[in-house]
């Protein structure tokens, strides 16, 4: 019942985000456009048409991407650490993968991947950062340490993306750095969609194979061990894992942190704990979360867009400080 509430949800949200922005489209616009696109197999010559296919579809099946990436991204790293705070962004996963980005972009670092050389930049960066802030936290079992190590490697990747924006030469390529420190979805085009796709969909089909083994987790480190996980194998599998799916989003969108924190929480509790179920909706509500947060991005303030970085921030931070007094309050 609550999996077809959501996929209702998701289907109505998508209809709803293609209508809305600095300029209104008409539902029936909407459908005739996709009645046109279907029967003839090219879109129709109006603004509506345009503004539809070469703008807000693209982007909205972008933020149901990004929304399903993120909250998996933080649902893997809250179950390896057991950590309910865990998040790309709070561990500086997204920082880490951001400063690789900018260094492509303004250095010119990781040429030799061609046109991917943002995307390797940005899974080098997070790799590294997830690296050191598992390193960094040892075998303590106390969340909090773990939180507070990734807010210095985020603070340190930070600083050095600002260094190396610093440093640029080129005003274009300021801007363009820039845009990896807010977020942002505009100028999502049809060509970002089939490789962010193609990632997601190999990121879910990963975790359903190791459901069972995110399972064990939720019995403590020791517990799996003993039940035959190979631990260390299996961290750096996820690690190297939420690194790539990161890297992949930060690449195209910039930094959009606490999307990968709340959205676990939520799926836990209309799924339960089990990780078969917790894929289906941790995904359905992160692509829920992404596809409404954009479409307040473009609306609030219209005809100018508020990056929706700012916007996951005002609502994810206070989810966070509540879980932090609420959860690991003194004595808990």
């Not at 949200?13 to 456009?33: K, M, N, P, Q, Y």
């Not at 962010?196 to 799996?224: C, H, K, Q, S, Y």
């Amino acid at each position: 019942m609550k999996f077809s509430i959501l996929l209702a949800a998701l289907l109505i949200s998508l209809i709803f985000s293609v209508r809305f922005g600095s300029v209104e489209v008409d539902t029936a616009d909407i459908l005739s456009e996709v009645g046109t696109m279907i029967s003839q197999g090219h879109m129709g010559n109006s603004s509506s048409a345009m503004i539809l296919w070469q703008i807000r579809i693209p982007r909205t099946l972008f933020a149901m991407l990004c929304g399903i990436g993120l909250s998996l991204a933080g649902l893997l790293l809250q179950t390896i650490t057991r950590n309910d705070l865990a998040d790309p962004y709070v561990l500086g996963v997204s920082s880490g993968a951001s400063t690789g980005a900018v260094m492509a972009i303004i250095w010119g670092w990781f040429s030799f991947a061609g046109s991917g050389s943002v995307a390797t930049g940005a899974f080098i960066g997070a790799a590294v950062s997830t690296g050191i802030v598992i390193a960094a936290s040892g075998k303590s079992h106390n969340p909090i340490r773990l939180v507070l190590v990734g807010m210095g490697v985020s603070a340190f990747f930070s600083a050095l993306t600002m260094m190396v924006i610093y440093g640029a030469r080129h005003e274009a390529q300021v801007r363009s750095a820039m845009f990896w420190l807010v977020g942002s979805l505009s100028g999502m085009q049809w060509s970002d969609i089939s490789f962010t796709a193609a990632g997601v969909l190999i990121m879910m089909g990963l975790v359903f194979l190791v459901r069972n083994d995110l399972d064990l987790m939720l019995l403590g480190a020791g517990e799996a061990e003993y039940l035959g996980l190979n631990l260390k194998h299996f961290q750096l599998f996820i690690i190297l894992l939420t690194s790539a799916i990161v890297a992949l989003l930060v690449s195209k969108s910039g930094i959009i942190g606490f999307v990968g924190l709340i959205t676990p929480h939520m799926a836990r509790a209309a799924a339960g704990p089990s990780h078969g179920r917790l894929l289906i909706f941790s995904s359905l509500i992160g692509a829920l979360v992404m596809i409404w947060s954009d479409v307040l991005s473009r609306t609030l303030f219209a005809p100018e867009e508020l990056p929706i970085g700012v916007l996951t921030a005002c609502a994810g931070a206070p989810v966070f400080i509540w879980i932090v007094t609420h959860r690991y309050g003194e004595g808990r």
